[in-house]
């Protein structure tokens, strides 16, 4: 993992949900696929890489927003996996960095995007979860843009509400916890905790909503960003383990 390249996506990484309609070079979506490639075989996860194909957002809880996207990464894998969600995030996350690299924007969608009328197929045993929309993103924020990342931005918690014990960590903790701070959430919610205790850092979900768990892989690899180093073990309240 490139850290310092992750690092500097995510400082620019925000939330885009208006595009320019612009095509991506072949080039670079044939990187994207390659990418996509390489972490399911990592993971296990069977996510899907859709170019195109618009009618997932036609739908009117998608309010006329993610027009112009250049497609999106449909995140996929088995029902009976208990660490499914997390390993979405986390991988899903490392391709929204990748792209961000790329000068690509991106949001992560749920609950706006309709799955029924997606081209990504799940297998009888694998579902369907969540969706990354990506491409040229509209430099010019639409007031409805505007309007969302105002109200987004007043319902994260705080650090000291995710790391109460972060004074007394060590610096790699510390960098980690600032890096996690940027992470994307549902609601911007950052519904999860980091604990560093006997030399021990652990993380867990807070609250019991629908994908906390996706979120939860999102913040664990934010965290190994910002650390420099070492990996999470999968699973809530699981510990970090290469950086001591």
Not at 81 to 86: F, L, S, V, W
Not at 92 to 99: M, N, Q
Request: charged content about 25%; overall charge neutral.
């Amino acid at each position: 993992m490139d850290y310092e390249k992750y690092r500097q996506a995510i400082n620019l990484r925000m939330s885009c949900r208006k595009f320019t309609g612009s095509p991506i070079a072949e080039a670079d979506l044939d990187k994207l696929r390659a990418l996509v490639c390489a972490y399911n075989e990592e993971s296990g996860l069977s996510m899907q890489l859709i170019i195109g194909d618009p009618a997932p957002f036609d739908a009117k809880q998608a309010m006329g927003l993610f027009q112009g996207s250049a497609g999106y990464l449909a995140l996929i894998g088995k029902t009976n996996d208990p660490n499914r969600m997390e390993k979405e995030g986390y991988f899903g996350e490392r391709f929204v960095l990748e792209a961000t690299s790329m000068g690509l924007g991106t949001c992560w969608v749920a609950s706006s995007f309709d799955k029924d009328k997606s081209k990504a197929a799940a297998r009888d045993d694998e579902t369907f979860d969540i969706a990354i929309v990506f491409g040229k993103g509209e430099q010019k924020l639409s007031i409805r843009e505007k309007v969302i990342r105002t109200y987004l931005g007043t319902n994260h918690r705080t650090q000291e509400d995710i790391a109460p014990d972060a004074q007394f960590a060590p610096d790699w903790f510390k960098n980690g916890i600032e890096a996690v701070m940027k992470a994307p959430s549902t609601k911007n919610t950052k519904p999860f905790s980091f604990c560093f205790e006997n030399g021990t850092a652990t993380a867990k979900t807070v609250g019991n909503h629908e994908r906390v768990k996706v979120d939860l892989g999102i913040a664990k690899l934010h965290f190994e960003v910002g650390a420099g180093g070492g990996r999470w073990e999968l699973g809530d309240g699981a510990t970090y383990s290469g950086k001591l």
